[in-house]
């Protein structure tokens, strides 16, 4: 028997950049626990952009000579996800993007109480809303001000 499952939930979709509401359903609640966003780079991945990497390449044995775009993923939880919910959010966001044909991918976790401040002012205000993505948008490498977009321009699967 299934204990929860999540969702996600399109809140702001430009060129580049996605933005997902993170949705964990179960039969006791429904409840947002954070977003996903996704950033493609429009650049190959570097070895600086997988620090994990670079033990295995720092003794020269291995070159670095990948040139596949980078699309890095953002997750930002208001609380820390266990290693269940991390492995289904994981498989969530694959899906988003692991069957483009010549990528690299990055997922990046993030506890961000920041975003729990803003959720926990007055959600149902459409400020408080903006003020998220906004937030969110200001950790990407490439800033987006989205202060110029009006209500309206919410209502259209593009936001561009």
Not at 22 to 28: A, F, G, H, V, Y
Not at 30 to 55: A, N, S
Not at 109 to 126: A, G
Request: net charge negative; charged share 30%; with cysteine.
């Amino acid at each position: 028997m299934i204990k929860h499952y999540f969702l996600l939930h399109l809140e702001l979709n430009l060129s580049n950049h996605m933005i997902f509401k993170i949705i964990k359903n179960s039969q006791e609640m429904r409840c947002e626990i954070g977003f996903l966003v996704l950033e493609d780079y429009r650049r190959p991945g570097t070895l600086d952009d997988f620090e994990y990497l670079k033990p295995v390449y720092e003794d020269g044995t291995f070159e670095w000579e990948d040139d596949s775009n980078l699309i890095v993923v953002s997750i930002y939880t208001y609380e820390a996800l266990n290693d269940e919910e991390k492995e289904y959010v994981i498989e969530l966001a694959s899906t988003l993007i692991e069957f483009k044909p010549d990528i690299n991918h990055r997922i990046d976790f993030f506890v961000s109480d920041e975003l729990l401040d803003i959720r926990d002012k007055d959600w149902d205000n459409q400020g408080c809303y903006k003020l998220s993505l906004q937030y969110l948008l200001n950790t990407l490498e490439k800033k987006i001000n989205i202060e110029n977009l009006s209500d309206d321009d919410f209502n259209h699967l593009s936001q561009d």
